[in-house]
Every structure is written in structure tokens, then in C-alpha cells.
């Protein structure tokens, strides 16, 4: 399963602190309350850093306080090949104490495979990561993933996605589809106005394919507080919802077409959305519709 956490899309992109704690209660209900096998990705979605940061913050608390091991990483510009990984991993290593040895044997060979993707020679042969090459460090953090969670799994942490690398997001498309079979929560913060169409691509195959076993759906965590719809935006938001054009709509509320297309504007861009079927959609997954 997956589910997304959205922030603030205001001119501050801050989280307001009931936005913050609504969303640190339902990850925790989220750890307390679903662990089976796969991959359930959590996607904050803020433009400030520090929002998705201080969540972040949170989540690696709450994973604690249930006794999960916590893998975390940030994605830098310019990063070599796997480089959000890498840096997770990497930080995995420096914090022995979380793990087993065993797990930290599989976690130091998956170290030695990153670096190894660094070499001059990797950079030079490939502008991208070739599709076949993409294997062995798919297989590899699949298995240190299942082989680092404990009985009730694991929990990482990805922060600042929007600057991943290919070969990060095809790794990332990888474990929502395929990976790991320990229970694994899967958080990916990114800032939606810097976000690549490959990153925003495999999470909205995920949310296309939420009722398949193949891979992760996305499922959206209400946070209306976030997105303060007014009263008359929620009205003209379920009027929209059942089908209804912009001069139905203004009929049915006796007010002017205009007035309607700037509610659809300020529902627009509360939502992130760009389009109506898109906003119903959104608005669903929230829970600002039945």
C-alpha cells in the first residue's frame, strides 16, 4: 500500500503545526495498524524544506518509538548514480547500533556496490544507467531492504527526491513495483514544483494501479486543515463532483460563470491539481469528498 501526505501550497509552503501533528498520528497509525509484506510508500509533498524536514524529523521518532530500524537519506543535485541510496546506506552503516550484524554485513557489501558505481569508468560508458545495468543494484538494495527489516520491517526515509538521479528513481519505480517482501514504509519528500516527470510518473502509476497486487497503490491521508477550503469552494467542489459544468454550477448557485472558474482556480491550486477530473480525484483521495 501506499499512501501521500500533503503539505501547505501557500506562498510560505509552511506546515502549520495541526498539519503537522494530524500527519505525524496518521503515520503512526499507519505503523501501528498495516504490516504486510511490500513496500507502502508515503509521499510528503511541501515546498519548504524545513516542513518536509521537521516531518521527517517526526516519522524517524515515531519509527522509533515502534521499535522499526530507520534507513535514511537525502538526495543532492548532482549526485553519482544511486546517490540518495547511496547516502541512506550510508548512514545505516554509521548507526550500528540499529542493527544486527548480519544486517550490517549486507548493508557494508551494498556500500562497496554503490562506490563501485562511482568510477570514471561507470560515468563515461553510460549518460544514464542502461536498463540492464539496473539489476544488480535493484536485486542488491531489495535484499539488504528485506534483509536490515525486523519482524515488523523497516522504515526509509528519502528527503528531497525532486533532486534524485535516474538511476534513483528507476530504483524507486523498482521497489514500488517489485520490492522487498519484509513489511517496508517507504517515505518520499519532495518539493511538487521541482519534482522531474519520471519522479511524478511512478507515483501516479501507483495510484493508476491501486486496486493491483503488482504494484503499490498511492493513497491519499486526509489533511484538510492544510488546503482551508472555504465553504463556498467545498460546495462548488462536490457540485463539480457530480458532473456538473461551470454555468451549471453557476445556475445552481446563482452566481456568474466567472465567479465559478475563479472558485475552480483557488481549487486548482489548493489541491495541486491542474484540471477538474484531477481535482475530484485529489479531493477524494483527501477525504473533502464521500
Keep these: 500500500m501506499s499512501i501521500a501526505v500533503h503539505g501547505s501550497f501557500g506562498s510560505t509552503g509552511r506546515l502549520v503545526e495541526a498539519g503537522h501533528d494530524a500527519a505525524s498520528d496518521r503515520f503512526a497509525s499507519l505503523l501501528a495498524g ?14 519548504s524544506d524545513l516542513a518536509r524536514t521537521r516531518l521527517l524529523d517526526a516519522y524517524a521518532l515515531l519509527a522509533g518509538g515502534h521499535d522499526l530500524p530507520v534507513i535514511r537519506g537525502r538526495a543532492v543535485e548532482f549526485a553519482p548514480p544511486y546517490g540518495v ?20 554485513d549486507a548493508n557494508l557489501l551494498l556500500c562497496g556496490l554503490f562506490r563501485s ?3 570514471p569508468g561507470w560515468a563515461r560508458d553510460t549518460s544514464g544507467v542502461p536498463d540492464a545495468a539496473h539489476h544488480r543494484p535493484n536485486r542488491a538494495v531489495t535484499a539488504v531492504l528485506d534483509a536490515m527489516s525486523g519482524p515488523a ?14 538511476s534513483s ?20 519528500a519532495h518539493d511538487p514544483h521541482r519534482s522531474p ?49 461551470a454555468d451549471a454550477i453557476a445556475r445552481r448557485l446563482d452566481i456568474s460563470p466567472r465567479t465559478v472558474h475563479r472558485h475552480l482556480q483557488h481549487l486548482y ?22
Design 169 to 188: 528513481i528507476a530504483l524507486l519505480d523498482h521497489l514500488v513495483r517489485r520490492g522487498p517482501h519484509a513489511p517496508v514504509v517507504l517515505v518520499l
Design 34 to 47: 498495516d504490516d504486510r509484506p511490500g513496500v507502502r510508500v508515503v509521499e510528503v509533498r511541501d515546498r
Design 85 to 104: 541510496f547511496a547516502d541512506a546506506f550510508d548512514h545505516a552503516t554509521a548507526n550500528p547500533g540499529a542493527f544486527t550484524e548480519s544486517e550490517q
Design 153 to 166: 520491517g523497516a522504515v526509509m526515509l528519502l528527503d528531497d527526491v525532486h533532486h534524485a538521479d535516474e
Design 269 to 290: 491550486r489548493k489541491l495541486g491539481t491542474t484540471d477538474r477530473l484531477a481535482t475530484v480525484l485529489r479531493a477524494k483521495a483527501l477525504g473533502l469528498l464521500p
Design 197 to 245: 516527470l519520471a519522479l511524478v510518473d511512478v507515483l501516479a502509476e501507483a495510484e493508476r494501479h491501486r486496486d493491483l497486487d503488482l504494484i503499490a497503490p498511492v493513497v491519499r491521508l486526509a489533511d484538510g486543515g492544510d488546503h482551508r477550503l472555504t465553504q463556498r469552494e467545498l460546495t462548488v467542489l462536490a457540485l463539480l463532483a457530480e458532473g456538473l459544468t
Design 117 to 119: 558505481l562511482r568510477s
